[in-house]
């Protein structure tokens, strides 16, 4: 917008007058000119029409007698008027009588005819015409045409009206600057004034007051302004200068202050570096606590052990189980408070690496099964959600999670229920997140306690402690655990109805590892129980596998459904029964289910049960049920044993006999695989896994002679599992070194760590390598790497053909029966498959670390990443024997980082390592030889718990852990003592093979119910 820059209040003044002027002249102006024009034309018009009738009226006679002539000359007097430039008469018929043109108009057109009576102007003149009328008859018409100069008149008038406009605005401009100056001259001098005021700073300056109207106003108030200022300037110098006094005193202060700051902040530091320096005596002082206690405790344990294998009577071995069982105790709890102070020291390290729901949730339906004991409980472990391959992350610490709120819902709740769920909350193409919830009926928790609930040391109330137990640290180490996974947990609870705990993770997807193993066929499944929940949750089950579940509520029920589809000409592919069932039970059912089917076509029946399943083994007609359940039952373990059971029969049902239940050939049968590692062990146990799955294997002990072979030849292997820290040459250098030689740029490389850390798996992944499979080795996860590395498709083994799977884990009551302190024998054999060598792998173990905890401290002193490197050795090592607290211990000290010492975990390893070397002695000291000479003198108490435990394992129809616990019976038997027991074995009859144990302990006296 244009904005007119006028800085004077006077030129302000006269722009306001001389527009205001301007506009008002100019619209009278208008008015005025308007006026006239169309006066002009009226008058103009009318002085025409009124030539028109004294011409008609001289021209009427001539018409009348019709004299052409006399028209003529009337028209000829129009000469003397210049302005008249064309004329004429037509009579009553239109015809033209008479015309006149004057010179100058001779291009004037003479109508053809006359139109009607009127006048009007066009192209720079006016024309007219008029009826010519004797005594009211009209006997002709009279055109005439004027000259009308429009556009002179105009030139005319508006320069005489401009002129006149001119001269006003001028005469008012004159008189405007004569009167504005009333106006104008104070604010001027107010203004003047002010200017000095701001120029000089002096504010004893006045305006004079020379009217009385609002300039005066306004000069009274700027110098009541200036007196204003001029106070409070003085009072401001007065302030100024005690300011100035004031600040040379803080001055002084400050200088004071900032030396006692310095000497308080020297204080501070000081006290902090006691602070850490308490701190780290706090951890070293648990971690010596935790060593001071661990070996008396482990004398305790072992010597306990060792009597619990010798000779007791029944209140002697009951009480040496006590002890053992609050020696176990005491070390969970020592455990707790270990973990505990990790999480106060920020040491408490996160996996991340791939692993299944399916199987940490297989693990915690063995421990919350084991648990419960003699409680009435019903557990649930509701199915996975739809989620495809493997997710990353921890699956020790989500386990230890799961375990530790399964185990105080255990403990706080009497009766009713215990639910385990997974929600999948979102997902998308790189994450997942899921909600895990744990729910029981139990006492519940005060609205008030819930705040708190998850605070170290905290329970419901004081008398939760005497009642139940416990640290109170159980529950701090999972909030601090789900935050570590970036996660959330919570509680719901109303008190007498039970409570859920929840938390929250988000997993990353796991490269998809999956390889083309076939599905059992659809089935249709009936589920009999009289528990709603518990039904409902197993057909939630099947139907998670792909099977069709239907239900009912009872043994009648279950009886009239399956006669009901039997006279549909159909029937039911498996059964699932629930033992305990008001009425007709489990096992009357399934009795008359098997009287009613007696040929091939009768379903397979599973018994499910949350009681003793040796009581239930124990039962008359048992020998109808193909297989047994312990609730809680998970997808995994529905699938095995419908599978098992299947596989015992040989055949079944036409239906599920054409199913694709083949077994798999060999996993990797002919693939060429390097293996490198520094640590025999290590090597022996990747040989023996890949050998026992068809590769072809080759080994080296580093990185260089990796180098070396591969160079030589080049076309011998399809992928190289490579340890990444060795000596001379580690196997990230070997792989940098391998990626720059073109033949080589394309060879599959996994990454073999002691851990599954992330620092880790990004360092593998920038050397060069592909993956990474943690140590000790997950034998599934290893086989689907190279698969997916190398493209190899396993195809189904012919029929007849012969695999040489490895063993399936063992059950938890048989390791809980090989177990010793610090080596969980049962997993060790899963791996390694043969008692000698196994024995044989630990000797060599004890003889190569015996001194390794007292030289360790003084190697991290001298070299701590060649520390680092031995013990990232002893990790892969202890996980590979299955030598669990020392790999978990090894793997603390080296999350440590280089550079760092690691301090409290050095003395945490080396009590876990003493543990562990104490308990190999035991374990390899047994010689066959020893007990075959005292064949005849069973000891009851170490055959006893084998014996149980083997019932376990042929209850879960796991012929592999039944071998294993066979071998390790054999010594302390008879040499034909188990021959019938192994023909049953190898003939898959493990019903019988039930029997034979039962009878071996009737032979020797020995009481299974003692041992259990």
């Known amino acids: 917008m244009f904005r007119l820059r006028l800085r004077s209040v ?79 008469i037509y009579t009553a018929t239109g015809t033209l009588f008479a015309q006149y043109v004057d010179n100058s108009g001779r291009e004037a057109a003479i109508p053809a005819g006359p139109e009607p009576e009127g006048f009007r102007f066009e192209n720079g003149g006016l024309v007219a015409f008029k009826h010519i009328r004797i005594q009211r008859t009209t006997v002709g018409t009279i055109y005439l045409k004027e000259r009308y100069e429009l556009a002179t008149w105009l030139r005319d008038y508006l320069f005489i009206l401009g002129s006149v406009l001119l001269g006003s605005l001028a005469l008012g401009l004159l008189i405007s600057a ?120 482990n004398a305790i344990l072992g010597l306990a052990y060792l009597l619990d294998r010798s000779q007791l009577s029944a209140d002697a071995s009951d009480l040496v189980k006590k002890i053992r069982g609050a020696g176990r105790s005491l070390q969970s709890i020592i455990n707790d408070i270990l973990d505990f102070s990790k999480i106060e020291a920020g040491r408490l390290e996160i996996e ?130 789900v935050a570590k996974m970036n996660g959330e947990i ?34 249709d499944v009936l589920i009999a129980d009289d528990n709603d929940a518990a039904r409902e949750n197993l057909s939630l089950t099947a139907r998670s596998i792909g099977w069709t579940a239907n239900q009912a509520e009872s043994g009648e029920a279950a009886i009239r459904k399956i006669q009901g589809k039997f006279d549909n000409k159909n029937a039911y592919d498996v ?47 048992i020998e109808a049920v193909d297989g047994v359940l312990s609730k809680p039952v998970t997808s995994s373990t529905l699938y095995n044993a419908v599978s098992e059971a299947l596989h015992r029969r040989g055949h079944g049902s036409a239906r599920l006999a054409a199913g694709p239940l083949g077994r798999m050939t060999q996993r990797v049968e002919g693939v060429r695989v390097l293996v490198v590692d520094d640590s025999e062990i290590n090597r022996e146990v990747a040989m023996r896994i890949l050998l ?48 720059t030689m073109p033949q080589f740029a394309g060879l599959p490389i996994v990454a073999l760590t002691a851990g599954a850390f992330k620092a880790q798996q990004d360092a593998a992944l920038q050397a060069g390598m592909n993956a990474f499979v943690a140590k000790p080795f997950d034998v599934d996860e290893l086989m689907l790497t190279i698969q997916r590395l190398t493209h190899f498709q396993p195809r189904l083994a012919e029929p007849g053909q012969v695999n040489l799977p490895l063993p399936l884990p063992l059950p938890p009551a048989a390791s809980a029966a090989l177990d010793m302190p610090g080596i969980a024998v049962g997993k060790g054999l899963h791996v390694w ?55 978990r211990c090894a793997a603390a000290a080296e999350a440590a980082g280089d550079g760092v010492h690691p301090g409290p975990a050095l003395v945490e390893l080396r009590a876990a390592l003493d543990t562990a070397l104490a308990s190999i002695a035991l374990f390899t000291a047994e010689k066959p030889a020893a007990a075959a000479a ?10 006893g718990p084998l014996l149980v435990a083997l019932l376990g394992a042929l209850d879960t129809d796991n012929p592999d852990g039944a071998s294993q616990l066979l071998e390790v019976l054999a010594p302390l038997l008879p040499p034909d003592a188990l021959q019938a027991l192994q023909a049953c074995i190898t003939d898959f009859d493990f019903r019988k093979a039930e029997a034979e144990v039962r009878l071996l302990a009737e032979k020797f006296d020995i009481g299974l119910e003692a041992h259990k």
């Open 833 to 887: 498959r043969d008692l000698a060598v196994y024995r044989r792998f630990l000797t060599r173990f004890a003889a190569d670390y015996a001194d390794f905890g007292a030289q360790l401290s003084p190697q991290y002193a001298a070299d701590t990443r060649a520390a680092r490197a031995l013990v990232h050795k002893l990790h892969g090592a202890a996980g590979n024997l299955a030598l669990t607290d020392v790999a």
């Open 352 to 481: 991340h690496a791939p692993f299944r729901l399916a199987d940490v949730l297989d693990n915690l339906a063995g421990i919350m099964a084991a648990n419960v004991g003699d409680k009435d409980l019903e557990l649930v472990i509701a199915p996975l959600p739809d989620i495809a391959g493997q997710v990353l992350g921890d699956a020790l610490r989500l386990e230890q999670v799961l375990i530790n709120l399964t185990g105080n819902a255990i403990k706080f709740t009497d009766h009713g229920s215990i639910t385990v769920g997974i929600q999948l909350l979102s997902r998308d193409e790189k994450t997942v997140k899921l909600r895990f919830s744990v729910s029981d009926s139990g006492i519940g928790i005060p609205l008030d306690k819930q705040a708190n609930i998850f605070a170290a040391f905290a329970q419901a109330d004081v008398s939760t402690t005497r009642r139940f137990g416990g640290t109170g640290l159980g529950l701090t180490i999972c909030r601090h655990l």
């Open 692 to 739: 026992a799955d068809g590769a072809v294997v080759h080994l080296a002990n580093d990185g260089q002679a990796a180098l070396d072979w591969l160079q030589a030849n080049p076309e011998g292997a399809d992928i190289v599992l490579m340890d990444v820290q060795m000596p001379l040459m580690d196997g990230y250098e070997a792989t940098r070194q391998l990626r």
């Open 10 to 88: 006077r030129h302000k003044l006269l722009l306001m007058v001389l527009v205001a002027n301007f506009f008002t002249l100019m619209a009278a102006g208008a008015a005025l000119f308007y006026h006239d024009l169309m006066e002009n034309r009226t008058k103009t018009a009318a002085e025409l029409t009124t030539l028109a009738g004294i011409l008609g009226q001289g021209s009427a006679a001539a018409l009348e007698f019709d004299d052409p002539k006399v028209a003529h000359e009337n028209l000829a007097q129009l000469r003397a008027n210049p302005d008249i430039v064309a004329a004429a």
């Open 575 to 621: 059964l699932l029964l629930d033992w305990k069932m008001p009425g007709m039970d489990g096992l009357a059912a399934a009795a008359k289910i098997r009287h009613t089917f007696k040929d091939a076509t009768s379903p397979i029946v599973l018994m499910v049960t949350a009681f003793s399943r040796d009581d239930l083994l124990r039962q008359p007609g």
């Open 490 to 523: 919570g509680v719901s609870s109303q008190p007498g109805r039970g409570s859920e705990f929840w938390f929250t993770i988000p997993f990353e997807w796991s490269a998809s590892t999956d390889y083309a193993l076939p599905e059992m066929a659809s089935l």
């Open 934 to 943: 005292a064949a005849l003198q069973v000891d009851a108490q170490r055959v």
């Open 178 to 297: 004569w009167l504005q100056r009333w106006v104008s001259g104070p604010i001027q001098a107010v203004s003047t004034v002010a200017q000095r005021v701001m120029e000089q700073r002096n504010y004893q300056l006045r305006a004079d007051k020379t009217t009385e109207d609002e300039v005066g106003q306004l000069a009274d108030s700027f110098n009541g302004m200036l007196q204003t200022l001029e106070h409070e300037i003085a009072e401001r110098s007065g302030a100024e200068t005690a300011v100035r006094t004031l600040n040379a005193e803080l001055e002084q202060r400050v200088a004071g202050r900032t030396t006692e700051l310095q000497i308080a902040n020297q204080t501070l530091v000081t006290r902090t570096e006691e602070a850490e320096t308490a701190n780290r005596a706090k951890a070293d002082f648990l971690a010596n606590m935790s060593h001071e206690i661990r070996t008396p405790m």
